[in-house]
């Protein structure tokens, strides 16, 4: 016990001589300057939220066109799939047929004692014989070219078959690979969207949507200043009128990206919808929507026509007349009315 108290006093003594036999060290590490820290970043202002919260959802409804093309085109591989499957199998019910109608020749042949029909036909004495199995010979050997032919084009035709399958089977999954991309990415958009949406205050949030309109309103103005309504005719088709109808019937329902209807709609999936129920299909993304139905000048528009937004066509609308929209906004607005031109115009479509 003696042995260890006095082995305890001699080190609390050796690291007390430590630290007084270094205390130019120790005013030192006292005195160092402590790491500097990182600039502060300066506050946004609202306006800058605003712009960089549409920009994410704009964003996002871009890529929520790539993974409609991509869910389009995969179910286009996965159709093509099945019809070749279905044709392979058929081909393959002929192989077999064809191989039957073979081995019942070789039998018959292997019943007249394995001869040919063409020594049978030479080894005759009956003239007359000899003339009607040299036709029978004939008509036979016609009849097994044909079959052969018929089934060297049934293997090619299955070797294509498979070749195409093939084909289909790589574009199925690579289109499975751009919807799981598209996918993550406007997932990843709303969700920082959303983030920096909740970071703000309930009064800031309300002074966000103020200013959501109130740019809104400013390009509706302007749009309307230039004169674009002068001549403007409100008289939609009949089929035209049907769309209107439904489009505007859905007023209140909530954005969701993907979604067709009949709870919720994004942009596209309204605009498609309502021209379904009018009778007239159209593509299923506004991209493609822009792509694929005529175009017409604005000066010409009426009711149901499509009026496509921002210069990588990542919106759309459908005009109700006296320079209105029917349109489902974004993820947290539900679909509305709104100006026709309280977005950059790309141009305008007409279904029908």
């Given at each position: ?6 082995a305890?006093a001699t080190?609390t003594?050796?690291c007390?001589?430590t630290?007084?036999?270094s205390?130019?060290?120790t005013?030192?590490?006292?005195a ?5 820290l990182p600039?502060?970043?300066?506050k ?6 605003r712009k960089?919260?549409?920009g994410?959802?704009r ?18 591989q ?13 081909g393959?019910?002929r192989?077999?047929?064809?191989k039957?109608r ?9 019943r007249?004692g394995?001869?040919p029909?063409g ?5 005759t ?6 003339l009607?199995n040299a036709?029978?010979l004939?008509?036979g050997q ?12 049934t293997q ?8 195409d399958?093939s ?21 990843d958009?709303?969700?920082?969207a ?16 103020r200013?959501e309109q ?26 035209g009128?049907?769309a ?9 329902k909530?954005?969701?990206w993907?979604?067709?209807g009949?709870?919720?709609y994004?942009?596209?999936?309204l605009?498609?919808?309502?021209w ?7 593509p299923r993304t506004?991209?493609e929507?822009?792509?694929l139905?005529p ?23 459908m005009y109700v007349?006296n320079?209105?929209i029917v ?5 947290g607005?539900n679909v509305t ?7 950059e ?6 279904p029908?």
């Amino acid at each position: 016990m003696n042995r260890r108290r006095h082995a305890i006093a001699t080190i609390t003594v050796v690291c007390a001589l430590t630290v007084l036999a270094s205390p130019a060290l120790t005013l030192q590490a006292a005195a160092a300057p402590l790491p500097p820290l990182p600039p502060s970043q300066p506050k946004k202002t609202l306006e800058e939220v605003r712009k960089e919260i549409d920009g994410l959802y704009r964003q996002a409804a871009a890529a929520t066109d790539a993974y409609n093309l991509a869910e389009e085109k995969a179910d286009e591989q996965s159709d093509e799939i099945v019809k070749l499957a279905r044709m392979i199998v058929a081909g393959n019910e002929r192989i077999d047929d064809l191989k039957a109608r073979a081995g019942a020749a070789a039998r018959a042949q292997y019943r007249n004692g394995g001869l040919p029909d063409g020594a049978q036909l030479v080894l005759t004495n009956d003239p007359q014989l000899f003339l009607d199995n040299a036709s029978r010979l004939k008509e036979g050997q016609k009849a097994t070219r044909d079959l052969l032919g018929e089934m060297t084009r049934t293997q090619d035709e299955l070797t294509t078959y498979a070749k195409d399958a093939s084909v289909n089977w790589t574009k199925l999954e690579a289109n499975r690979l751009k919807q799981a991309k598209a996918k993550k990415e406007i997932n990843d958009k709303i969700a920082a969207a959303k983030k920096l949406e909740s970071s703000l205050a309930a009064e800031e949030r309300e002074r966000l949507l103020r200013l959501e309109q109130q740019e809104q309103y400013r390009a509706q103005t302007a749009w309307l200043d230039s004169g674009v309504l002068k001549g403007l005719s409100d008289k939609a088709t009949p089929e035209g009128k049907r769309a209107v109808e439904f489009a505007t019937a859905q007023i209140g329902k909530p954005y969701v990206w993907g979604a067709e209807g009949p709870r919720s709609y994004d942009c596209s999936g309204l605009t498609q919808s309502a021209w379904a129920s009018a009778g007239r299909p159209i593509p299923r993304t506004s991209q493609e929507q822009w792509r694929l139905l005529p175009r017409v000048d604005i000066k010409d528009m009426r009711p149901g026509d499509l009026i496509v937004y921002f210069k990588d066509a990542s919106h759309i609308g459908m005009y109700v007349g006296n320079g209105a929209i029917v349109h489902a906004p974004r993820p947290g607005r539900n679909v509305t009315i709104a100006g026709a031109g309280s977005m950059e115009i790309l141009g305008v479509v007409r279904p029908g």
